[in-house]
Structures are given as C-alpha cells and as structure tokens.
C-alpha cells in the first residue's frame, strides 16, 4: 500500500493506494470518529461494492443511500435525497458520510457532507480511476447547474481516500480512458517525465497492470498535492489544473450532461488548447501532435462534437469560474510541462481553434 | 457611526452600526472587489429599501433578484432562483452579493455567496433587529429543510455588515419584539448587566429610541463576537448561543415554518431552558419569573402554541445539530449570565417541563 498525505495544515489526511485498500477495516475505524455513517454510492456501483463496505462498518450505525447513477443526476435535487436520509435517520453532526463511486458521487457525497449541518466529515472511496486522480485531492465539491457544470459547491476536504486498484477491474474501457484525460493533463501543466513515462507507458494502463495502475494513481496525486497544498483556494497556481477544462464543460453543457464522459470532454479540451497554445506561438507542432496522439492512443475523443458550433462553444465558455467580469480567461501551454495561469485570448485566435476542428 | 470588529483572522470584518450606513456608498466601494453586484432581498423589503441601495451602487454591474418574503421560502428551491440571477447574468468568482433584508435573506444569501462557484463575496445588510444582533455575526448560512431547521448552510463570514438603525423605523412591533428575544439571551447566557439594562430600559428599545437601540445593537454584537472569535465552528462555547434554539426550531417546524416568528419561538424556548435549568436545580424560582416577566415586557409570547404536544416536541428536538449519536442536548442555565455547554437531560425532567406549559 502507497500513502500519498495531502498537507492542508489541520484538514490533511491522507490517501490510501492499492490493492484491498476498501476491504481493510481498520482504515475506516481510523478515520470514523461517531456511531454513525451514511455510505453514499449509485445504482452502477452498490451491486458490486456496497456489500464489501458496509462489511467493514461492522459495529456503526451503518445507513446507504443509492443514487442514479450518471452526470445529469449531479443537481440539487438528487442531493436532497442524500439530506433526507440523513434527517430521517436523525444523522448527528459527527456522522461520518461515506461516498463510494466516481466523481460524481465524489463530488456530491462531498457537498452534501459540507453542507449537512453545516458540515460533517467524510470518506472518499473513488471506484473510478478518474475520481482516483482527480477528485481524490484537492476537496472540490458541488452540484450543476442547467446553465454551467459544477457551478454550485464547496471546497471541503476529506478524513482520508481509500483508492484500490483492484476496484478498477470492473471499470468498463472508456471509463478507465475518460480517467487518462486528467493523468495526462498532470503531465501536461507540470510533470514533462511523466507525460514521457505514459507515451512509453499507455499500453500497461490500459491492460489495468496493478502496478502501472498504482503508479499512475500516486504520481498523479502527488503531482495534483503539490499545487493544492500551494493554492487550496484557487487563488492563482491551482487555476492550472483546468487545463482543457474551459472547453471540456463547455461540450459537456452543450451535449447534454451524461452524452459525453466528464474525461472526454477534457480531452477535447487538451487538444483544443494546444492548438490554441500553438496559435499563440507558444506550442510548437510537433508537440500538439505528441499530445493528440497520446490521447488518441489513450482511446480518447480529440475533437468535439459535429452538433455544437463555435458560437456555441465560446457562449457556454462565458459562464466559467476562471472568468472575470465576463471576459473569458483560459489555461494554455508554454510547453508540455509548462501551463500558464489564466489568460484573456484573442477571441479571433480562440474563433479560429474551434472552427479548425468544426471541419 | 459605530464599528463593531469580528476578528476571525484572515476572515475578519467590521459591522458598522447607526443611522443611515445603508446610504454611504463609500462603505460599500470599500469592500466591494470587482464590478458584478448581486442585490438578494425578498418582495417585502424591495419596495422599501432597494432603490436606495441601488443608487449608492453606481458604476457597478448591479442586478437585483427579490425572493417571496417568509421562513417558509427558506429552501433549495427558492436558493436556485439566487445561482440562477448569477448564471443568467454571467457573473464570475469575483461578483459580490448584497444581502438585503431579514435573517432569512441573510441566511440564503450568505449561503448562495458560500456555494455559488465554491464561494463569492457578501455584504450582509440586515433590515430587522434580528438578524442586526443575530446573524450579522458569525457566518452561520443556510436552509430549511421539511425534516428540519437549517439543516443544510455553511459557516461563511460577510465583508462586511451595514446595521442601520434608522432602517428599523419601518419593522413592526411584533417583528421588533422578536430581534429581542436574541438580545435577552446574550445576557442570559454570559452579560448579567446587559440583562439588567434591559429590565431598566426595554420601553425605550421598544419605542424605538435610536440611542437605546444603537447600544443594543452594539452590546449584542460584542456579545456574539467574543463568542465566536473564541470558538468559529461550533466546537464548544459557541453552542451556548443556541440557548433556547432547540426548544425554539422544535416549536417552528412543529407549528410549520412561517406560522410563528423565529423570534418568538426562542423566546419561548428561553423561559422552557429556564424553567428545565430551575428542575437542574440551577435556577432560582426568582429567576425565572425575571426571565418570564422581561420576555412578557418585551411583548414576546412565553408558552408554546396549544397544539403541540410534549411528544411532537420532543420528536422534533432529536434531531436537532447539538445531539450526538441520538440523544437530545441542551444549553441551560447555571444562572442569569451564565450557560452550560451542551448536556443530556433527564427524559422525565424535559417532559415535566414540557408538559407544565401545556396545561
């Protein structure tokens, strides 16, 4: 088992890697300070992995609550089911809430555990290896909205993450791909080895390799630590790991939430922005050519959409959380390994990317 | 003009208290940061107030959005017509949000500034003597939900607070009477003197003199900081700010939001957490007719409604945030200017009290 300890002062904790890691009882009785905990986890995932939890919660006053599974079940609504349960089980505020499934049920177990009494503490046990590399660190938490992607929410961070990669064994092969976007953003903004390391690499990953999957897991963690620990707030450096994500919520807004994977999405999104970054005079080509073919070889979308337009696109970019007074900022790249902080684009430059791919 | 300073380190913030603060559009051009402006308030307050704060927002992108007046608005449901005014007009993390009104629009407007894009600036400007005394200090946000009283918030701090006495020349008398019910508890729970001025001078409060009820603002204020400067989150001595609360949510949601005044209810609960602190054996018998007598003066009701019964209430305080793992804990009294941290009761105790006040 790797530990990769997130340092946030007196909200660190830390994440558990490897094989087994949810089947260890004592890691739960470490983090559960009260009696009770509401395990939260969806339709797709309690057949396989509720049992095998509320297994080691012999003892509590062990509660779940299923949710559909899916990104257009992200919204307030939903969450209020996770508020019910715990009402109507007389949930205290040292109730532990346990959120078992990807990010979505990530990111709402974790809003719902910021919001239940104005806060309660919480377990992370990511099925997903998306949510393993992403969500694991960093304690962004919230809901959407019908007119912007996870504009509702809270930064709030976990007891600790129990990330097993033996879980990733029933993960289906587009969702394990949809995971890649963001391993290879880590790369991207700041890791150039690692980003090396995964054009040699890919192949083992997508075999689901035990050890190529827990190396993965905590270079990426680490990787996503290091700018956390420096900026929780998204003040400024943390802002980079929204690379491709401008655009990636855009497309998800557009398709429809659930139409296209939260990881194809960014890696549209990382395409797009080195193409951007290229038009900037930044990127050379060979290098947005490095980046599309690892995510075409990561069995990932690079270009969006043939139904939403540019106009489209750049309309639902307007509502971002990086802009500032209604001018829309991105994240692009020097190098690969090198990202910028948010920056004003030349809307012509930005035109002229979209319509490239739109043909 | 008073101040009244919150220090709560990187989260401090002034309350400026007096006549006419709501008019200075220089206290408002000091804490606002970028140019987008969100004015909350609700359909009672908007005809009176809104176009004066307006007008001190000139050379703002100001928007205004008025929820239906009420307890019973307090929810989910009514907070996403809140992110939905930010998202129709683009506002980004750098917008700022005005509350302008009751400690219901205060506690949903700081809880939408706390989730909308994991949290924007607020400015609180409360319109009652509630909320002025109550929720101006220590950044408790939130909802109702049916099964209970402000179930889901945030501990959320404002910029800065606009306390205008003059503005209390519009509230009604029931509504005075019930931002006094808070006032009484700060001297029950720690200030024997300010409990003592009360009894000496509670007819100037309730006539509206602008002295009296500057330094009633302030002292209360004061009261409240020292409190949660000590302890933000609830953790110890904060709780004993809940004097009176549990019976109090118990009697709103029991009676149903918005059919008795949030006030009102405290204050009956502040002469049951009197009568249970005299079963202790804490209190004497002539405190607690003082307590009885000066929530009578005050105009505020001392019983609870006919139709509640001592079951319904008891049913109604389990699940209250001060329990744990089940059990009921309340704030008592040792004596007049002197609480107890929260602690269990004896069932028995709790019904006697309940039930004396229902014969």
Redesign the interface.
Known sequence: MKIVQIELGQRSYPIYIGASVISDPALYRKHIK???VLVVTNDTVAPLYLDKVLQQLEGY?AVSVILPDGEQFKN?EVL?QI??A???N?F???ATLIALGGGVTGDMGGFAA??????IPFIQVPTTLLAQVDSSVGG?T?VN?P??KN?????YQPQCVLADTLVLGSLDKRQLSAGLAEVIKYGLIRDLEFFTWLEVNIQHVLDKDQEALAYVIERSCRNKAEVVEEDE?EASVRATLNLGHTFGHAIETGAGYGEILHGEAVAIGLCLAADLSRRMGWLANNDVDRIIMLCKRANLPVIPPKNLTSDQLIQLM??D??????EIRLILLKNIGCATLPIGVDPKLLHSTLENYNH
Chains 1, 2 share one sequence.
């Open positions: 009260g009696r009770q006053q307030l209020n508020f019910d715990c009402l109507l007389k205290g505020r040292n910021a919001c239940y009494q104005r806060g962004k919230g909205h007119l912007g504009m509702i929410g809270a930064f707030t307007s509502v959380k990086k802009n500032m007074d209604g």
